[in-house]
């Protein structure tokens, strides 16, 4: 993994964890644009949506699953900025939930956001990165940016 995607990564999850703790520390809900963001403490033990409830142990394995496929799959894109940004946003983001779920069996989301008459679930900065990260990862794909069989670096270290 190069420097730019560990640096990003722990960028995502120093701010992931820093908004967290602020905004537990208040625990409350205050407005930032009336009728459309709103900051409101949340501990969530589901995943999206609330999704999987209360099933923290599950969750906790989803998440390791989850690095680990993200860390496999890194090695078949090129390497280039959008691509390390990409890794990096959804490492960070899958760490910084990761950490809350391991520490306190929930996720602490606080972004209430009310669009087009459409209320989001509420979320964190970690989740941001993740579907930032997911989008960056799908336009890649589609633009053809995986290398393909032997071009992969995991396959040109073990064959050299």
């Known amino acids: 993994m190069n420097k730019r995607k560990v640096i990003i990564a722990i960028i995502v999850l120093i701010f992931d964890q820093l908004t967290k703790v602020i905004v537990d520390a208040y625990n409350s809900q205050f407005t930032i644009i009336d009728n459309v963001f709103n900051i409101t403490y949340y501990q969530n033990t589901g995943a999206a949506w609330s999704i ?6 599950l969750l906790i394995g989803i998440s390791i699953v989850a690095l680990v496929l993200v860390y ?6 090129e390497n280039n900025v959008l691509n390390d940004a990409a890794f990096g946003l959804l490492f960070g983001g899958i760490l910084g939930n990761l950490i809350d779920r391991i520490l306190f069996g929930y996720v602490r989301d606080f972004i209430e956001l009310n669009i087009f008459g459409y209320n989001f ?5 970690a989740d941001t990165a993740i579907v930032v990260g997911v989008i960056i990862i799908i336009i890649a ?20």
């Open 121 to 125: 679930p509420v979320f964190n900065l």
């Open 72 to 77: 496999s799959m890194m090695f078949s894109f």
């Open 52 to 57: 999987l409830e209360g099933n923290i142990l």
């Open 141 to 160: 794909t589609i633009k053809g940016e995986i290398n393909s069989g032997n071009k992969s670096r995991r396959k040109w270290r073990k064959n050299r």
